[in-house]
């Protein structure tokens, strides 16, 4: 069973720093495509940073250079480098993949998300 876990949120002043982690796990995976999403309070799901299998990035305007995605494809792990944080960053953070197992059809997945606070 193919899963996405992210990891690393939690509170923090404005100013401070998060390093977000997510893992895809599971049997004769290859893991293509990743995002990070958030979702933050009022607001829809919208896309805040993605990265190719060869470390191409996307940046949204919303993170304004402040949020850094990096990932380990020998782990099958991505990072989500979050400096400079203010209290609009606040929200839940999902990270989403397309995801190839042997012999099947490759498929979109998401994690359940992981929470910042940041406290002005």
């Known amino acids: 069973q193919v899963q996405l876990a992210e990891s690393g949120g939690g509170s923090v002043q404005a100013g401070g720093s998060l390093r977000l982690s997510c893992v895809a796990s599971?049997?004769?995976?290859?893991?293509?495509?990743m995002c990070w999403y958030r979702q933050t309070p009022g607001n829809q799901r919208e896309l805040v940073e993605s990265i190719s299998r060869g470390s191409l990035t996307s940046y949204s305007d919303v993170v304004k250079g402040r949020l850094t995605i990096s990932r380990d494809n020998a782990k099958n792990t991505m990072y989500l480098q979050m400096n400079s944080l203010e209290a609009e960053d606040t929200g839940v953070y999902y990270c989403n993949a397309y995801i190839v197992q042997t012999y099947k059809d490759g498929d979109v997945y998401w994690g359940q998300g992981t929470q910042v606070t940041v406290s002005s």
């Open positions: 599971g049997s004769t995976i290859s893991v293509h495509g």
